[in-house]
């Protein structure tokens, strides 16, 4: 390989070290593992139109670019934070020439959930008849934040955050690159500190990367205060990071503990260090029912519009809407009980695995099944007024109870 320039080294060592080829790439074995069907159509230069669905740093845009050297057609790419309607019609503007000669173009959309609906639309007609093959890359469920028309037409793909161990393994082809890496460094790391890197970059390969570069250009020797350091500096800039979770963790005990004024103060800083309010909004859905639950039905209504509010107006009109939804919540009566009962329930199924459903309750569609007592001596409920006796339960946990009301 070619000898890293000044120029090469102005690059960040998480693009430098961007896998170039299928083969180097780290992780996601799910999806490429042998005789998997997007390796395959990868590596024939056969791919559908497809969304990428995963967390920072799981290896999205870098599926993208090497899909980019293995094409033998056209390879678009632009982000949906800076382009709009215009590029994308110039782009498709030059995909149908290039159709008209054989040509196919693969459109590559970073960020695909921040498009709008407008935009959005423009593609569906050139996805639907093939001037296009799209990529879509999103942190966000497409299901909320892609056309249902045109999540129709795409494949979706969903990569999962990164583990430790590889984390590790691209950490260690970074430390032992000398031409675009830092082998000629001699960076001396321990095993232990280089997973303790690992784990605190929480699965995203680009912040660990960067974290290592840093630290590097602190110390030739790095241990797990000048990791921290970096980690600092890394973070600050990365609303994924661990002071993201801190914050999330202080504005939920917060409103646990009813302190509105408190929860209110964590959610301005996630809101103002930029982060989704959609992501606020899932976490006060999941918060109405795990700690509020039963004590307050109206909790998850209220969490649920916040979220509506959000994706309508989006911000900074949204962020009155979240302050709503954080104050009712920690104003709100509180109760785990259903959190703690569904918890029991896992924990038998755990232990007693898939225990058979009891004959009377069994749905009986064939006369097969009711020659097999499916649905047999079942009391209609409403034939008892609700007060018939009969159990529900497999036999392995009859008369269970998990709730304590």
């Given at each position: 390989m070619k000898e890293m320039t000044s120029q090469t080294h102005k690059i960040p060592l998480a693009d430098r070290m961007r896998p170039k080829a299928l083969g180097d790439f780290i992780g996601q074995e799910k999806l490429f593992g042998e005789?998997?069907?997007?390796?395959?159509?990868?590596?024939?230069?056969?791919?559908?139109?497809?969304?990428?669905?995963?967390?920072?740093?799981?290896?999205?845009?870098t599926l993208a670019s090497i899909i980019a050297k293995i094409t033998k057609g056209g390879f678009v790419k632009l982000s949906a934070t800076t382009s709009g309607v215009k590029e994308l019609r110039n782009e498709i503007k030059k995909a149908e020439e290039l159709k008209m000669k054989n040509i196919k173009t693969i459109l590559f959309i970073d960020e695909i959930h921040r498009f709008n609906k407008s935009q959005q639309d423009t593609l569906l007609p050139f996805v639907e008849n093939g001037t296009i093959i799209l990529i879509g890359a999103t942190t966000e469920n497409p299901s909320f934040e892609v056309n249902n028309a045109l999540l129709s037409r795409c494949r979706v793909f969903v990569l999962e955050k990164l583990e430790s161990v590889h984390i590790i393994e691209i950490l260690k082809k970074a430390l032992d690159n000398k031409s675009i890496g830092l082998g000629k460094s001699k960076i001396e790391i321990s095993n232990k500190d280089l997973k303790f890197l690992a784990e605190m970059s929480d699965g995203d390969?680009?912040?660990?990367?960067?974290?290592?570069?840093?630290?590097?250009?602190?110390?030739?020797?790095?241990d797990k205060r000048i990791i921290e350091e970096a980690l600092q500096k890394s973070l600050a800039y990365d609303k994924n990071g661990e002071e993201h979770y801190n914050i999330i963790s202080a504005l939920h005990k917060s409103m646990r503990g009813g302190d509105a004024d408190a929860a209110l103060y964590?959610?301005?800083?996630?809101?103002?260090?930029?982060?989704?309010p959609l992501y606020i909004a899932r976490r006060l859905i999941r918060f109405a029912s795990e700690d509020i639950g039963i004590a307050n039905s109206l909790a998850l209504n209220q969490a649920v519009s916040a979220y509506q509010a959000c994706h309508y107006i989006g911000m900074p009109e949204c962020s009155v809407n979240l302050a709503q939804a954080v104050v009712y919540m920690a104003k709100s009566k509180k109760s785990n009980k259903l959190y703690k009962a569904y918890?029991?329930?896992?924990?038998?199924?755990?232990?007693?695995?898939?225990l058979p459903v009891p004959f009377h309750i069994r749905n009986a569609p064939t006369k097969l099944m009711k020659d097999l007592d499916y649905g047999k001596e079942y009391k209609y409920s409403p034939d008892f007024d609700y007060k018939e006796k009969q159990e529900y339960f497999p036999e392995k946990l009859k008369k269970r109870k998990y709730l304590d009301f």
């Open positions: 005789g998997k069907i997007l390796k395959k159509a990868i590596e024939t230069d056969n791919i559908p139109s497809i969304i990428f669905w995963g967390p920072p740093g799981s290896g999205k845009t390969a680009r912040v660990a990367l960067n974290a290592l570069e840093f630290a590097s250009d602190i110390s030739k020797k790095i964590w959610l301005a800083r996630m809101l103002k260090g930029g982060e989704n918890n029991k329930a896992v924990s038998d199924i755990k232990k007693y695995g898939n």
